[in-house]
């Protein structure tokens, strides 16, 4: 995703649950933390992805995308009803600061908030 400023950020949306919990065992054990920590663990191999110079130089030749350090690593999980706040605050507290996770219930409300006819950033 291309910011304002033209800095590009790595943008990670995974499917909604469509009003079903997320458990896993005999015992359904509740696990949408689990789907927020491999959500994070996807966006660090990302960010690894993008170390290499290689793979810079690759994006920036092929489709004119340059990424640098102020990179910043978002995924989208969940609805309202399925995002858990508190559990993937205990899953950020381990990471790095440029991971930002929210819901789509989040995202729909920052598009609202977007001026009709502006460009997003």
Do not use: W
């Amino acid at each position: 995703m291309e910011s304002k400023d033209g800095t590009y950020h790595i943008v990670d949306l995974k499917k909604g649950f469509l009003g079903r919990k997320l458990v896993k065992g005999k015992i359904e054990r509740e696990r949408f933390i689990d789907y927020v920590a491999e959500l994070v663990a996807q966006l660090i191999n990302y960010e690894r992805y993008f170390e290499e110079s290689e793979n810079r130089d690759y994006a920036k030749s092929n489709y004119g995308i340059e990424v640098n350090n102020e990179i910043k690593l978002i995924g989208v999980i969940g609805g309202f009803y399925e995002y858990d706040e508190i559990a993937v605050s205990k899953i950020l507290r381990q990471y790095s600061t440029k991971i930002t996770i929210i819901s789509y219930f989040d995202l729909a409300t920052l598009i609202k908030r977007i001026p009709r006819g502006s460009a997003s950033g």
